[in-house]
C-alpha cells in the first residue's frame, strides 16, 4: 500500500504549461535520517546496557553451569563411596553367613560321626562275637551257619 505522502504527491500544483522548472527529487532516505536519527541516537544508551545486562548474564550462567558440574561430581563421588561402602558391607554379612553355615553344617557332620561311632562302639562287641564264632566255625570244618 502505497504511503499517504506519496499519494498526495500526486496531486501538487505545477507549474505554467510550457517549459518545466529545474528541480531537484526529494531525498526520502535524508528526510528520514534526519527525523529518526536523533530518536534512534536516543537508543544508544539503553541498547549498550542491554548488551552489558546480556554479558553478565551469560557469565553467570556459565558460572552456574560449572558449579553444577562441579557438584554432580561430588554427588557422583560420593554415591561411588556409599555405593562401595554398601558392597563391602554386604560382602561381609555374605562372608558372616557363609562362615555361620559352615559352621553348623560341621556342627551336624560332627553330630553325625560322633553317633556313627557312637553306634560303631556299641555295635562292636557283638559284631566282634559274630566275627569270632565264624572263625571257630570254619576251624572246626563246619562253615558258615
Same mark, same amino acid.
Given at each position: 500500500?502505497?504511503?499517504?505522502? %506519496? $499519494?498526495?504527491?500526486? $496531486?501538487?500544483?505545477?507549474?505554467?504549461?510550457?517549459a518545466?522548472?529545474?528541480?531537484?527529487? *526529494?531525498?526520502?532516505?535524508?528526510?528520514?535520517a534526519?527525523e @529518526?536519527?536523533?530518536?534512534?541516537?536516543? @537508543?544508544d544508551?539503553?541498547? /549498550? #546496557?542491554?548488551?552489558?545486562?546480556?554479558a553478565? *548474564?551469560?557469565?553467570? !550462567?556459565?558460572?552456574?553451569?560449572?558449579?553444577?558440574?562441579?557438584?554432580?561430581?561430588?554427588?557422583?563421588s560420593? /554415591?561411588?563411596?556409599?555405593?562401595?561402602?554398601?558392597?563391602?558391607?554386604?560382602?561381609?554379612?555374605?562372608?558372616? !553367613?557363609?562362615?555361620? #553355615? *559352615? *559352621?553348623?553344617i560341621?556342627?551336624?557332620?560332627?553330630?553325625? !560321626?560322633?553317633?556313627?561311632?557312637?553306634?560303631?562302639?556299641r555295635? @562292636?562287641?557283638?559284631?566282634? %562275637?559274630? /566275627?569270632?564264632? @565264624?572263625?571257630?566255625?570254619?576251624g572246626?570244618?563246619?562253615?558258615?551257619?
Amino acid at each position: 500500500m502505497p504511503h499517504m505522502r %506519496d $499519494f498526495l504527491s500526486r $496531486f501538487r500544483p505545477a507549474g505554467a504549461p510550457g517549459a518545466g522548472r529545474a528541480a531537484v527529487p *526529494a531525498d526520502r532516505r535524508r528526510e528520514r535520517a534526519s527525523e @529518526l536519527g536523533p530518536v534512534l541516537m536516543l @537508543l544508544d544508551g539503553p541498547s /549498550a #546496557e542491554c548488551s552489558d545486562i546480556v554479558a553478565a *548474564a551469560q557469565r553467570d !550462567a556459565e558460572q552456574i553451569v560449572r558449579a553444577a558440574h562441579a557438584e554432580a561430581d561430588r554427588i557422583r563421588s560420593a /554415591a561411588r563411596q556409599r555405593a562401595a561402602a554398601r558392597a563391602d558391607e554386604l560382602v561381609q554379612t555374605a562372608i558372616v !553367613a557363609a562362615r555361620t #553355615e *559352615a *559352621a553348623a553344617i560341621t556342627a551336624t557332620g560332627a553330630a553325625e !560321626a560322633a553317633a556313627v561311632t557312637q553306634r560303631a562302639r556299641r555295635r @562292636l562287641p557283638s559284631l566282634a %562275637d559274630r /566275627a569270632v564264632a @565264624l572263625v571257630r566255625d570254619l576251624g572246626a570244618g563246619g562253615g558258615p551257619s
